[in-house]
């Protein structure tokens, strides 16, 4: 049996706590024995104890990476607890006291974003590199673009693996759940376009509200919903209103049920030009087949195939999202053809048990090391 900790400093749930509980609800545990450190009032520890794994709650560690009294705190669970593998998701602190306390140490890299100059030249980057190539046996990257954001900074390239992120996949609702859904949100016969991202300037809703404006400037019939909650809120919904659309480009706030949502949107968009990885949202439609408009940036890319299973345009260029928004919209056989794409690269690529057994198979690849 191989002794497995996970450990996240996250007190809400994120992408990188969601993708940990797919880890968690997914593992072989006729192999793996795992246990999970979580700050203390993390929102992940009552999903986490519900699927029956043991946590261990650490003062200081809280939505930081390095505190160093937390150090010791992690490194006596450490030396108690015995584990073969400490898994790290944004954790220094964990990183070192599991280093010292004789674990092999993998952490993952669960964002893309533009890499400070002090890290990527010089001295900088020969001390990021050293530090994090000592403090790590294996480093996951859920993306090519995170795996170019951690070599570019020193990191190892023979320590990364990359591991894309996977989701369960939604299920279709029926006929009649969906009509009922459709009432719900306020859609009749209209074309449903969603983007679902934190409402933060860098993940380019603004782009997506031009583009919107554009397309029912030109008489394209459509719903735009945007859904999700975040410090940019206030400046977008004055934009729609500057507009004049709030009637036809809708803030959702947070839906706990997202799936609903998803259940009457034909084309999602990924308008992000600062910090993307791999969309969570992005591959839950794909679970059900919507294809996606995606700016060309992070790990968009490495979600949508160009013409495959969806548009792949320039940052921050909201006449290309709307121009690959009507072609979907307007041709019933591209979009047929791509979503069945989306639905297929899905199967092959981005479900939770292809990311479970990737990760399980890099702890057994470092432990025969």
Known sequence: MIKVIEVSSDTNIGGAGKCLLTLLENFDYSKFEVKVILPKNSL???????????VIEVDGIADKSLDFKAISALKAVFKAEKPDIVHTHASMSAKIA???????????????????????????????????????????????????????????????????????ALERKPALETAKLKKRFGVSREKVVSIIARLEEIKGHMYFIEAADMLLSQGVKAKFFIAGTGSYEDELKARVKELDRENDIIFTGFIKDIDSLMAVTDIQVNASYGTEATSLALLEGMS???????SDFGGNPGVIEDGENGFVVPQKDAAAIADKIRLLADDKALYKKMSASALKIFNERFTSAVMTRNTEKLYEDILRK
């Open 288 to 294: 059900i087949g919507i294809p996606a408009v995606v």
């Open 98 to 168: 599991a280093r010292a306390s004789g674990a092999k140490v993998v952490y993952t890299r669960h964002s893309v974003f533009p890499q400070s100059p002090k890290i990527t030249r010089g001295i900088g980057k020969a001390i990021n590199g050293a530090v994090n190539n000592y403090f790590s046996d294996g480093v996951i990257a859920v993306a090519e673009a995170a795996k170019d954001n951690l070599t570019e900074t020193g990191v190892d390239e023979k320590k990364i693996r990359v591991i894309l992120n996977g989701v369960d």
């Open 44 to 54: 992940l520890k009552d999903p986490v104890e519900r699927l029956k794994i043991p």
